[in-house]
């Protein structure tokens, strides 16, 4: 009988897909499927600085924050972390400047390095594009046509260099947030990465991955040998394995915990009847032939 209803129901939406009240249907049910997926981008409210919280016990003490723009989650996460000390990565120097201006402002500019490149796959120069109007968009590909963009030669650098040359031991939270290159920050690390030195990953997944052609998949099979992966919501992370359902191109973070950390997966975790059992992956794969 309820099978029966569905599909009445499904044939009379179908057949007035047009009407004034289908439509409104439509959009508070598109509403709904939103904020239930948490496409949301105010830390405050999606989960990111509650996050931070979670994990102050941990005592952090290196972070890394790729593609900072202002610096609103370096300022969240020292503050939330108080005897760490920030890597901040910005590669538009107009949003660079705002940035050092504000950590200095802060308080903060003796516990962080501020750096006016990029971390990407390799040490190099690449061309980038830049908006003034909406800074937070630099990326390193042609998008957002209808905005005005200003091109600009943008220096890269490999994150395992960047690691060595600074000699750091271990990243306990490395955050990405790059217009759509997270993968190719990650390859940057890679020997990083394989090495266990680096506890948590946060990246975004969104629409981008449309042009990029990198999907939630790729970031699984990259990184779950190594990391349990989640979901970041309000309310904790919601670890779960793969399934391709989770392409919804909509813009939200991920949260990736070494399998060698269990402690942190248990702070950050969110309570759920049912929720992945945090097995390990049953194909440990190498990073580097991934990435």
Known sequence: MLDNLKERTRHYIGRRRQSLPIRALHQLATFVEEAYDNNEWDMCVNGETSLLRRLTPAGFVTIFDAGAHVGDWSVEALTAWPGSHA???EVATPTFNRLRRRMEADGLS???????????????DREMYFFPDHPKLTCDMARHSALRATR??????????????HGIAAIDFLKIDVEGAE??????LRRTLEGGRIHCIQFEYGAFSIQTRVLLADYYEMLSPLFWIGKVFPTGV?????????????????????????????????????????????????????L
């Open 87 to 89: 890597h901040v990565f």
């Open 110 to 124: 003796a516990r962080s390095t501020l750096n006016c490149v990029g971390l990407g796959e390799a040490t190099t």
């Open 152 to 165: 600009f030669i943008a220096q890269l650098v490999e994150g395992d260099a960047y690691v060595e040359q």
């Open 183 to 188: 993968h190719l920050v990650l390859k940057g």
């Open 238 to 290: 919601e670890f779960r394995d793969y399934e391709w359902t989770m392409e919804s191109f909509r813009f939200s973070n991920f949260l990736c915990v070494s399998r060698r950390r269990p402690d942190l997966k248990e702070l950050v975790e969110a309570n759920l009847v049912g929720a992945a059992d945090g097995r390990a992956h049953p194909r440990r794969r190498s990073v580097a032939a991934t």
